[in-house]
Nanobody, 119 residues
Framework: VQLQASGGGLVQAGGSLRLSCAAR????????MGWFRQAPGSEREFVGH?????????TYADSVKGRFTISIDYAKNMVGLQMNSLKPEDTAVYYC????????????WGQGTLVTVSS
């Protein structure tokens, strides 16, 4: 498993949760790292990504902008997703993903971690 996500769980609306993604084999310095999520009965949805090249430019979906923050820990080769002001509609399985900058799509996926936000 190249990407190992953890940190999911049950949280009340308005609360916070932090997901972590440990990258094995690949280096976060050489990949664009991101997060997707999939709610029950829905399509997978882009959450955000970060360029793991030192510039750490981030892009977020409108639905999470201002509430979620992606960060990279180069020393630990890990990616984090800090989620604040959580809403019930944030309930989903969250996937850590990676791709090379020249790749058109994310081709490395972690196993997912479930986040449940209660109202």
């Amino acid at each position: 498993v190249q990407l190992q996500a953890s940190g999911g769980g049950l949280v009340q609306a308005g609360g916070s949760l932090r997901l972590s993604c440990a990258a094995r084999v690949l280096s976060v310095r050489n990949y664009r790292m991101g997060w997707f999520r999939q709610a029950p009965g829905s399509e997978r949805e882009f959450v955000g990504h970060i360029t793991g090249t030192g510039s750490d430019d981030t892009t977020y979906a409108d639905s999470v902008k201002g509430r979620f923050t992606i960060s990279i820990d180069y020393a630990k080769n890990m990616v984090g997703l800090q989620m604040n002001s959580l809403k019930p509609e944030d309930t989903a399985v969250y996937y850590c993903v990676a791709r090379r900058a020249f790749s058109a799509s994310y081709n490395v996926w972690g196993q997912g971690t479930l986040v449940t936000v209660s109202s």
